[in-house]
C-alpha cells in the first residue's frame, strides 16, 4: 500500500474525531474535561473502554505474541474478569459515595496528603509509560512502513501523533473521548474481522476450517498446568491477569474517569461488567488472528521484519496487511484499525495525565474560576510533551514485545497502589502518613530483588504477571508496620 495513501487515510480519520471535537466541545469548562458533567450513557462508555483497554499493543503485539506464547494470553484474560467484578463492587461503591474527580482522592481521605502524593505519583509514573509503550508501538509502525520511506525522523513522527490528539482533546477532554473511543472501538474490532476473513480467504479456507486445521493447533494450546515454576501456569497467569485489571483499571484515573461520567453508580457497574465480556470475546478473536498471520507468513514465506537488527514480531500483522498480498482493502481496514486502536488509549490518557495533574498536584479546584481553565491548558500541553519526549527514549531502550514490556513495568509500578487501597478498604487503621512513600518505594525495590532471584531462593520458581500482587502484599505488610489505632470511616 503506497504511503501516500496511509497518510491521506490517516488525515482523513483525523478529520472525523476533529469534528466529533467540534461537536461535542461546544462547552469547554473544566467540569465538563474532567467529568463530562456525569451525563454519558453506560452503554457508550463500555463499548468505548473496549478500544481503550485493547488500544495498539493488543491489535499489534497480542498477534505477534502468538508464537511465542500459544494462547496462554487467554489464562490472564480469564483472570481479567474476574478482577473486573472486583472493581464493580468493591472498588467504585467507594469512588461514588466520596464523589471523587481524582480517584486518589480516597488515599487523601482515608490516610493523609502524604499517602495522596504517594499514589497520585506512582499513577502518574504508570500512566506515563503506559501511554507511551502504547503510542510508541504504533508510531514505530508508521516510521516503518511509512515516514522512513520519505526520510521523516522517528521524532517527527511521534510529535505529529501527540499533536493531533492534543487539537481533538485540548477542549472538553472525557466528553469528547467518550464519543471518539467509542468509533475508534467500532474500527478496531471491524479491521480485526475483516484481517480475518481477507486472510482465510488468501487461504482458501472456510471459517470452520481455519478453526480445525491442524494448523491452529500447532498454535492454539490455552491452558499451562504442567509446571507450576514456569511463568506460564495457569493460577499464575490468572491470578497475575487479575490483580493487573484492580490496578490498570479500578486503581487508574485514566480508566475510572470513564466511569465516573455515568450518571450513577448502578450504571457505571453495568458499564463495567458488559465490558469485560466484551473484552473477553474481543481479545479471542485478536488471539486467534495471531495464528493466522503466522500460518499465513509461513505459508508463503513472509520474513517478519528485523528493527536495527532485531526481529520484531510486533511488525508481523502490520507486514502481512501492507505487504502480503491482500489487496488495498485489507490495507485501509489494517490503517484504519491501527490509529483506532492506538488513540482510543492514547487520547483518554493524556486527559487523564492532565486531569491528575491539576488536581492532584496543583490542587486546581481550590484555585480562582478565572486561572482554572487557563492553568488546564497550560498542563494539556506539558503533558503531550512529556509523552513525546518518553516515547522517543523508547526507541533507544525497548528490547523485548511490547505486551510483554507492559505488564512487566505494571508489576512494579502500580504495586504500591494495590498495597495502599487494599489496606484502607480492608482495614479500620490510620497510619503514620508521613513514612508511606518510603514503604512504597522499598515495595518497588524488594520487589525487583527477589524477582531477579527467584529461581535461586525458590527452587528454579519464574515469576509471571503475579509479581504485581507480591508487590502489593509487601506495601501492605509495610503500612501494618507503620499502623496506628483504628479509625471510624
Same mark, same amino acid.
Not at 493531533?164 to 467518550?178: A, E, P
Not at 502518613?433 to 518510603?438: E, I, M, N, T, Y
Given at each position: 500500500m503506497s504511503p501516500i495513501y496511509i497518510i491521506s487515510l490517516i488525515l482523513a480519520y483525523f478529520g472525523v474525531l476533529i469534528l466529533i471535537s467540534f461537536l461535542t466541545g461546544k462547552d469547554d469548562s473544566n467540569e465538563i474535561f474532567f467529568k463530562?458533567?456525569?451525563?454519558?450513557?453506560? =452503554?457508550? +462508555?463500555?463499548?468505548?473502554?473496549?478500544?481503550?483497554?485493547?488500544?495498539? +499493543? /493488543?491489535?499489534?503485539?497480542?498477534?505477534?505474541?502468538?508464537? !511465542? /506464547?500459544q494462547f496462554s494470553y487467554m489464562q490472564i484474560v480469564m483472570g481479567y474478569i474476574a478482577g473486573y467484578f472486583i472493581v464493580a463492587f468493591v472498588l467504585l461503591p467507594v469512588y461514588y459515595k466520596l464523589n471523587v474527580t481524582s480517584i486518589y482522592q480516597y488515599l487523601? =481521605?482515608? &490516610?493523609?496528603?502524604?499517602? =495522596?502524593?504517594?499514589?497520585? /505519583?506512582?499513577?502518574?509514573?504508570?500512566?506515563? $509509560?503506559?501511554? !507511551?509503550?502504547? $503510542?510508541?508501538? +504504533? !508510531?514505530s509502525v508508521l516510521q516503518y512502513f511509512v515516514f522512513d520511506n520519505w526520510g521523516i525522523p522517528f521524532a517527527v513522527t511521534v510529535s505529529l501523533s501527540i499533536i493531533m490528539i492534543w487539537i481533538y482533546t485540548f477542549r472538553s477532554g472525557i466528553k469528547t473521548i467518550v464519543w471518539t473511543d467509542t468509533l475508534q472501538t467500532f474500527f478496531m474490532i471491524t479491521a480485526s474481522f475483516a484481517a480475518i476473513y481477507f486472510i482465510i480467504d488468501k487461504l482458501d479456507w472456510s471459517l470452520g476450517e481455519f478453526l480445525t486445521s491442524d494448523d491452529l493447533k500447532n498454535y492454539s494450546n490455552i491452558f499451562f498446568f504442567d509446571d507450576f515454576l514456569a511463568k506460564n501456569h495457569f493460577i499464575k497467569s490468572f491470578v497475575g491477569g487479575m490483580f493487573i485489571t484492580i490496578c490498570m /483499571?479500578? $486503581?487508574?484515573?485514566?480508566?475510572?474517569?470513564?466511569? $465516573?461520567?455515568?450518571?450513577?453508580?448502578?450504571? !457505571?457497574?453495568?458499564?463495567?461488567?458488559? &465490558?469485560?465480556l466484551t473484552l473477553f470475546v474481543v481479545t479471542f478473536i485478536f488471539i486467534l488472528l495471531g495464528a493466522l498471520l503466522f500460518i499465513y507468513a509461513n505459508k508463503f514465506g513472509i520474513a517478519i521484519p528485523i528493527v536495527d537488527g532485531k526481529v520484531k514480531t510486533d511488525l508481523l500483522f502490520p507486514e502481512v496487511a501492507l505487504n502480503g498480498n491482500l489487496g488495498i482493502g485489507m490495507g485501509m481496514v489494517f490503517i484504519l484499525g491501527l490509529i483506532a486502536a492506538a488513540y482510543s488509549s492514547a487520547d483518554s490518557a493524556l486527559t487523564s495525565l492532565t486531569t491528575s495533574f491539576c488536581i492532584d498536584f496543583l490542587n486546581i479546584e481550590k484555585k480562582d474560576k478565572s486561572v482554572q481553565k487557563r492553568t488546564r491548558y497550560k498542563v494539556h500541553v506539558l503533558m503531550s510533551l512529556l509523552l513525546i519526549a518518553v516515547i522517543i527514549i523508547f526507541k533507544y531502550v525497548l528490547k523485548d514485545n511490547v505486551i510483554s514490556s507492559l505488564l512487566q513495568v505494571a508489576s512494579y509500578t502500580y504495586g504500591p497502589l494495590l498495597g495502599l487501597f487494599a489496606f484502607g478498604i480492608f482495614t479500620k487503621y490510620a497510619i503514620k502518613d508521613r513514612f508511606v512513600w518510603l514503604i512504597a518505594i522499598l515495595s518497588v525495590v524488594l520487589t525487583y530483588i527477589v524477582n531477579a532471584n527467584s529461581t535461586q531462593w525458590l527452587g528454579g520458581y519464574v515469576f509471571g504477571f503475579e509479581l504485581l500482587a507480591l508487590n502489593g502484599l509487601i506495601t501492605f505488610i509495610g503500612l501494618l508496620i507503620i499502623k496506628t489505632k483504628k479509625v471510624e470511616n
Amino acid at each position: 500500500m503506497s504511503p501516500i495513501y496511509i497518510i491521506s487515510l490517516i488525515l482523513a480519520y483525523f478529520g472525523v474525531l476533529i469534528l466529533i471535537s467540534f461537536l461535542t466541545g461546544k462547552d469547554d469548562s473544566n467540569e465538563i474535561f474532567f467529568k463530562a458533567n456525569k451525563k454519558s450513557p453506560w =452503554y457508550l +462508555v463500555a463499548f468505548g473502554m473496549v478500544g481503550a483497554s485493547l488500544s495498539g +499493543v /493488543t491489535f499489534i503485539s497480542v498477534p505477534g505474541w502468538v508464537d !511465542a /506464547t500459544q494462547f496462554s494470553y487467554m489464562q490472564i484474560v480469564m483472570g481479567y474478569i474476574a478482577g473486573y467484578f472486583i472493581v464493580a463492587f468493591v472498588l467504585l461503591p467507594v469512588y461514588y459515595k466520596l464523589n471523587v474527580t481524582s480517584i486518589y482522592q480516597y488515599l487523601d =481521605y482515608r &490516610f493523609g496528603n502524604i499517602s =495522596y502524593k504517594t499514589g497520585t /505519583t506512582f499513577f502518574f509514573i504508570s500512566r506515563v $509509560l503506559g501511554a !507511551a509503550f502504547r $503510542l510508541f508501538l +504504533v !508510531a514505530s509502525v508508521l516510521q516503518y512502513f511509512v515516514f522512513d520511506n520519505w526520510g521523516i525522523p522517528f521524532a517527527v513522527t511521534v510529535s505529529l501523533s501527540i499533536i493531533m490528539i492534543w487539537i481533538y482533546t485540548f477542549r472538553s477532554g472525557i466528553k469528547t473521548i467518550v464519543w471518539t473511543d467509542t468509533l475508534q472501538t467500532f474500527f478496531m474490532i471491524t479491521a480485526s474481522f475483516a484481517a480475518i476473513y481477507f486472510i482465510i480467504d488468501k487461504l482458501d479456507w472456510s471459517l470452520g476450517e481455519f478453526l480445525t486445521s491442524d494448523d491452529l493447533k500447532n498454535y492454539s494450546n490455552i491452558f499451562f498446568f504442567d509446571d507450576f515454576l514456569a511463568k506460564n501456569h495457569f493460577i499464575k497467569s490468572f491470578v497475575g491477569g487479575m490483580f493487573i485489571t484492580i490496578c490498570m /483499571t479500578g $486503581l487508574d484515573q485514566d480508566m475510572m474517569q470513564k466511569n $465516573l461520567t455515568c450518571k450513577n453508580l448502578k450504571e !457505571a457497574q453495568k458499564n463495567m461488567i458488559s &465490558f469485560s465480556l466484551t473484552l473477553f470475546v474481543v481479545t479471542f478473536i485478536f488471539i486467534l488472528l495471531g495464528a493466522l498471520l503466522f500460518i499465513y507468513a509461513n505459508k508463503f514465506g513472509i520474513a517478519i521484519p528485523i528493527v536495527d537488527g532485531k526481529v520484531k514480531t510486533d511488525l508481523l500483522f502490520p507486514e502481512v496487511a501492507l505487504n502480503g498480498n491482500l489487496g488495498i482493502g485489507m490495507g485501509m481496514v489494517f490503517i484504519l484499525g491501527l490509529i483506532a486502536a492506538a488513540y482510543s488509549s492514547a487520547d483518554s490518557a493524556l486527559t487523564s495525565l492532565t486531569t491528575s495533574f491539576c488536581i492532584d498536584f496543583l490542587n486546581i479546584e481550590k484555585k480562582d474560576k478565572s486561572v482554572q481553565k487557563r492553568t488546564r491548558y497550560k498542563v494539556h500541553v506539558l503533558m503531550s510533551l512529556l509523552l513525546i519526549a518518553v516515547i522517543i527514549i523508547f526507541k533507544y531502550v525497548l528490547k523485548d514485545n511490547v505486551i510483554s514490556s507492559l505488564l512487566q513495568v505494571a508489576s512494579y509500578t502500580y504495586g504500591p497502589l494495590l498495597g495502599l487501597f487494599a489496606f484502607g478498604i480492608f482495614t479500620k487503621y490510620a497510619i503514620k502518613d508521613r513514612f508511606v512513600w518510603l514503604i512504597a518505594i522499598l515495595s518497588v525495590v524488594l520487589t525487583y530483588i527477589v524477582n531477579a532471584n527467584s529461581t535461586q531462593w525458590l527452587g528454579g520458581y519464574v515469576f509471571g504477571f503475579e509479581l504485581l500482587a507480591l508487590n502489593g502484599l509487601i506495601t501492605f505488610i509495610g503500612l501494618l508496620i507503620i499502623k496506628t489505632k483504628k479509625v471510624e470511616n
